[in-house]
């Protein structure tokens, strides 16, 4: 993976074009009180990168291409396989308190729920709470009756991008996504649980993108 740091030289070359395009280069070099040579590497960083534009005879362009675009193409080139944890699972006939203890044991705060070994729900530490608050027998009634329910589950694929996982965790207000692949039995879609991706996944990626 490559990420551009600037220098911050190459900051300042972007700052003067930005003011003053169509710029050349020996006009950069005299702003900045160094020789073309010197700024010659600085320049073919910033062009190569799509930072900056050159045209022959007339100078340098800002491109409008920040540096926070490359980072998005990054984040877009990384897909959610690269960076999902193991799913927690567990089937709907379970228990609310077994799903309580293996929310606790497992150290997640969504648990993905199966019926007949693909996924039917999802339950998370508010649904616990609420059911608890509710006054049902948490050892009687299973965790089927308490999930938010197929078809309302947001899931994203494994050759997803980083990105399209980040909208959807935003856009439904959600901790976590099952990530399925899809399977044909008896002529019906079946989603198989194959992961799962959560803020903390999107923002150890994050951390480890600013730290390279
Ligand atoms: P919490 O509110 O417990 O911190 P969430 O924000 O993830 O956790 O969950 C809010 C609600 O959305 C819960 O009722 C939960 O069942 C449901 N939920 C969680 N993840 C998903 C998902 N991927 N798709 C659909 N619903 C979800």
Not at 60 to 87: H, Q, R, T, W
Request: with cysteine; charged share 25%; proline share 3%.
């Amino acid at each position: 993976m490559i990420i551009i740091e600037l220098s911050k030289r190459q900051q300042r070359i972007i700052e003067i074009v930005k003011e003053n395009e169509p710029i050349t280069s020996e006009h950069i070099a005299s702003l900045l009180e160094v020789t073309r040579a010197t700024l010659r590497p600085d320049l073919a960083i910033l062009t190569m990168s799509g930072i900056l534009d050159a045209r022959p005879k007339v100078g340098y362009f800002y491109s409008g291409k920040s540096e926070v675009n490359i980072l998005s193409k990054e984040v877009k080139a990384i897909k959610v396989c690269d960076i999902m944890s193991v799913p927690v699972v567990v089937s709907e006939e379970t228990s609310v308190y077994d799903a309580i203890v293996s929310m606790f044991l497992e150290d997640v705060g969504t648990i993905f729920v199966t019926s007949k070994g693909y996924l039917s729900g999802v339950v998370s530490r508010k649904d616990f709470l609420k059911s608890s608050i509710g006054g049902i027998d948490i050892n009687k009634v299973p965790v089927g009756m308490i999930m938010t329910r197929k078809p309302n589950i947001v899931t994203i694929s494994k050759d997803a991008n980083a990105y399209t996982a980040a909208i959807k965790i935003i856009e439904h207000e959600v901790d976590s996504l099952p990530v399925v692949e899809k399977h044909i039995a008896e002529g019906k879609e079946h989603m198989k649980v194959v992961g799962r991706v959560t803020k903390s996944n999107i923002t150890k990626l994050l951390v480890e993108l600013c730290k390279e």
